[in-house]
């Protein structure tokens, strides 16, 4: 049997406790920044920045390193943030949020793939294409809005 200094979590020896640490930490360092590198690639963020017209790129890095790394460790570690009535208000504004944030991911996507010209073609539409992603994004607003108000998320 380990004494109690080589002994570590759940009688995993300490040393095998810090090669699977160090491999668990380097695999989501590698998928984090496959994430980042992706969403830099396809134009999200300099997009966004450029639709509101702001010169502190610093500011955004900083911002989206700050969010990442928050939001894993809240993940991790789940942490309880007691906000009580004005809870509803955040978790609003985080929800809005989030729905520009993957509006914008989506729409690069589609303008790095070109992906725009060929639904024109393929549906034959000539004018009115804003309309009908309108229509998939409020479709998918509503969806949402009944999966949560009807309780079906818990």
């Not at 004494?3 to 998928?31: D, E, H, N, Q, V």
């Not at 943030?81 to 978790?91: D, E, F, Q, R, S």
Request: with cysteine; aromatic share 10%; net charge positive.
């Amino acid at each position: 049997m380990f004494s109690r200094m080589t002994a570590g979590l759940f009688g995993i020896p300490l040393w095998k406790s810090f090669i699977l640490g160090f491999l668990g930490l380097s695999a989501g360092g590698i998928i984090a920044a496959g994430v980042f590198a992706f969403l830099v690639i396809i134009g999200i963020f300099p997009r966004i920045m450029g639709k509101t017209k702001t010169k502190r790129i610093m500011l955004y890095e900083t911002i989206i390193i700050a969010g990442g790394v928050l939001g894993n460790i809240s993940d991790i570690y789940e942490i309880y943030i007691p906000l009580g009535m004005a809870g509803k208000l955040v978790l609003g504004v985080f929800g809005l949020s989030s729905g520009i944030f993957v509006g914008c991911l989506v729409m690069s996507l589609a303008e790095t793939l070109k992906a725009l010209p060929v639904i024109n073609r393929r549906i034959g539409l000539a004018v009115g294409l804003q309309y009908v992603i309108l229509s998939v994004a409020l479709g998918k607003l509503t969806g949402s809005l009944v999966y949560f108000v009807k309780g079906m998320c818990l």
